[in-house]
């Protein structure tokens, strides 16, 4: 993150109540890194600032970065619309935006935050609920800025909020491709709980030539019972593939079950951060992907089902020095679930 300030929290999607666990950055309070710098804004948790925060909201514009949407503003708080560039879809599908409500005090000088809310990027009126948002070269100068209405700023918010989710649906923002985005039913294996989502994945990416799924899957949204017709004999080979660590050999004879990374939402049910566990029915052509489930990783036991996790820095070898040579050494299995339960923060089973 560097010097800039960062928040961090977890809010509740507004349509369907997953959690979604929040971290980024807001370089508001001091432009340039003037002052103080490198705080982390957590609710309810007061912040030295080095200038009185009212001078933000005393102009159209801010530091040439921000620009003001409503005003006047209720004294003593601010309405902070983040970055573009942070904005986010839940896995359920709606495009969100994030908002930081924050007390100030010139007294202090200090910033408080006191709650992260999410809106709707394209049902809500966002510009009714901000008091400032990123220019982000929305305006040509102060002066155009000045010159407008609250109503005319917040219609130019909702112009740049539907340029930068324009073509969201399938949960992902810009082409998936080189990635692949698991898409269909997911049950929570805490609460059993099963929703439609999407989520993003490393079984493909474009520092790889070929997928951990084999050849013939190159990135794209891969849905429940799809069929993938590759070639199945690189399951016979032990060893790793792409940015996953291979836990068992040899595989099942017609399943294949794979670990994703931790993801940054929860189920609604507050089990914590999961990871997507992808059931696949393989057979001498190809496979078809038969289930996504999400799973809280607690213990080695844990990983008993599970043929490949995700885990770059686990790659089952290492480099050794032999004279003034590099040679690749081979490890056992059991370093490597060693190394991923050391990743995923895994106790004792």
């Known amino acids: 993150m560097g010097a800039y300030d960062t928040y961090a929290g977890k809010v509740q999607c507004p349509a ?7 971290l980024g950055q807001t370089k508001v309070f001091d432009p340039d890194f003037g002052g103080l710098y490198g705080r ?12 009185p925060p009212s001078t933000i909201l005393a102009e159209p514009s801010w530091d040439y970065d921000w620009w003001r949407v409503q005003e006047p503003s209720p004294p003593g708080r601010l309405a902070l619309l ?4 942070d904005m986010r879809v839940c896995p359920c599908g709606r495009p969100l935006v994030i908002v930081l409500r924050f007390a100030i005090d010139d007294a202090g ?12 990027a394209l049902e809500d009126d966002v510009g009714a609920h901000v008091d400032l948002a990123d220019l982000a070269g929305m305006f040509a100068s102060a002066e155009e ?3 407008l209405t609250p109503e005319q700023r917040a219609g130019r918010l909702r112009e740049a909020l539907a340029e930068v989710f324009e073509g969201f ?5 810009g082409p998936p491709s080189p990635w692949t985005d698991l898409w269909g039913p997911m049950r929570c294996e805490h609460c059993g709980v099963t929703r439609t989502r999407t989520l993003r994945t490393m079984l493909s990416h474009h520092d790889y030539v070929t997928s951990v799924l084999g050849p013939r899957w190159h990135g794209g949204t891969l849905e429940v019972g799809t069929r993938i017709e590759t070639s199945t004999s690189w399951r016979e080979v032990d060893e790793d593939r792409g940015y996953f660590v291979r836990l068992r050999h040899p595989l099942p004879p017609d399943t294949l079950t794979i ?12 089990a914590g951060s999961p990871v997507a566990i992808a059931r696949f029915r393989v057979d001498d052509t190809g496979m078809v992907l038969e289930s996504v489930s999400l799973r809280v990783l607690r213990t080695e036991r844990d990983l008993d089902d599970i043929d490949f996790a995700f885990s770059p820095m686990c790659s089952r070898g290492r480099l050794a020095i032999e004279g003034s040579r590099r040679k690749w050494v081979p490890a056992d299995r059991s ?3 060693e190394c991923v339960k050391k990743r995923f923060g895994l106790g004792a089973s």
């Open 82 to 85: 983040v970055d573009l560039d």
């Open 109 to 120: 000088p200090s910033a408080t935050l006191e709650s992260i809310d999410l809106y709707d």
């Open 16 to 22: 369907c109540g997953d959690f979604i666990f929040l």
């Open 169 to 173: 649906e399938g949960g992902g923002l």
């Open 259 to 270: 670990c994703g990374w931790r993801e940054s939402f929860g189920c609604s049910c507050d």
């Open 145 to 147: 800025l000045a010159a």
């Open 335 to 337: 370093e490597a679930i």
């Open 40 to 51: 982390r804004f957590a609710v309810g948790v007061e912040q030295p600032l080095s200038f």
